[in-house]
């Protein structure tokens, strides 16, 4: 795979001086539904080279503070052996004072990305967008599928989670008394936004924050290309709303965009992850300056 994300040519999407490195994570072994985000990275990354180069809403041109593609890291049946490999590779980045942007891939490769953060920074914010709770502590024999990754990072840093729509009845007893977690289903989300953003400012604190979006948290109208599509769901606005009032009050180290399996002929979902991959760059080169 040759390609790098919007395209860009050097000086821009060179390793030294980029701000921002996609590390591609063609994974799916953790899957339970409709398998294909191994394809996941390969699509969004064709896409975005069709992005423009200017947010309109921020007045930014991130990609001028560099953007660096990673080759593919190798996949590994096991998701405990690949959620190391992706440990360790966002590791190697945080630890060059970069952003790492990991592009799945199942949920499952979040589980590396996270604990890396915490490895380098200490507990942390983990905003999470997801239709799904994944808070199952083993799911198809597995403690690793994609349906138990805020489970394995629980104690990694204060989690919020947004858009939820789908959870198991076990969940909701783990969730049951504790007070930590904040839970704001995307039926809040669909009837009082401005509430939702209260409640999320309200549980944010004052440590470095890792954001991991699930693309089915989004409406499936907007993103059908997901393993597990939900009804419901946040829409475009919506999503970038929450994001950039997010982002411009926190110190973001890491996020990851996971779950797209594409479709063959709807470029639209695609391309809809790029965009919003660039949208949250675009929001980190506004609010967070070099
Ligand atoms: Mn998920």
């Known amino acids: 795979m040759e390609l790098n994300f919007l395209g860009l040519e050097p000086p821009y999407c060179n390793f030294d001086s980029a701000r921002f490195v ?30 423009e ?17 990673l080759e593919p890291i190798n ?3 096991d998701p405990e052996k690949m959620g ?4 360790q590779a966002t590791e190697t980045i945080l630890g060059q004072g970069k952003i790492p942007v990991i592009i799945g891939g199942d949920h499952s490769v979040s589980i590396g990305s996270i604990r890396a ?28 599928s994609h349906a138990c990754v805020m489970r394995r990072i629980w104690n990694l840093g204060h989690i919020i989670q947004i858009g939820i729509r789908s959870i198991s009845y076990e969940e909701m007893v783990f969730l049951k008394g504790r007070s930590r977690p904040r839970l704001l289903w995307a039926r809040q989300v669909s009837s009082d936004l401005e509430s939702v ?5 309200q549980g944010l604190k004052d440590l470095p924050t890792y954001i991991t979006i699930d693309l ?4 499936p109208g907007i993103m059908p290309a997901v393993g597990t599509p939900e009804p ?6 919506e999503t970038l709303y929450i994001l950039q009032r997010i982002i411009e009050n926190c110190h973001i180290v890491g996020f990851d965009v996971v779950e797209l399996s594409p479709i063959p002929g709807l470029h639209f979902a695609d391309y809809t992850a790029a965009r919003l991959i660039y949208k949250i760059m675009s929001y980190i080169s506004r609010h967070q300056g070099l």
């Open 232 to 237: 419901g769901g946040l829409g475009w606005y």
């Open 197 to 201: 953003l209260c409640a999320v400012k």
């Open 117 to 144: 953060a915490h490895a380098l920074h200490g507990p942390l914010n983990i905003i999470q967008i997801d239709a799904h709770a994944d808070l199952r502590d083993r799911y198809q024999s597995s403690a690793f």
């Open 22 to 51: 996609i590390i591609p994570v063609p994974y799916d072994a953790s899957t339970c539904y409709k398998a294909g985000a191994r394809s996941g990275p390969e699509a969004l990354l064709a896409a975005s080279a069709q992005m």
């Open 216 to 219: 089915d948290g989004l409406d």
């Open 75 to 77: 996949p590994v049946i």
């Open 53 to 69: 180069l200017f947010d309109e809403e921020t007045g930014t041109e991130a990609w001028k503070d560099g953007i660096h593609t």
């Open 84 to 87: 190391k490999r992706v440990q």
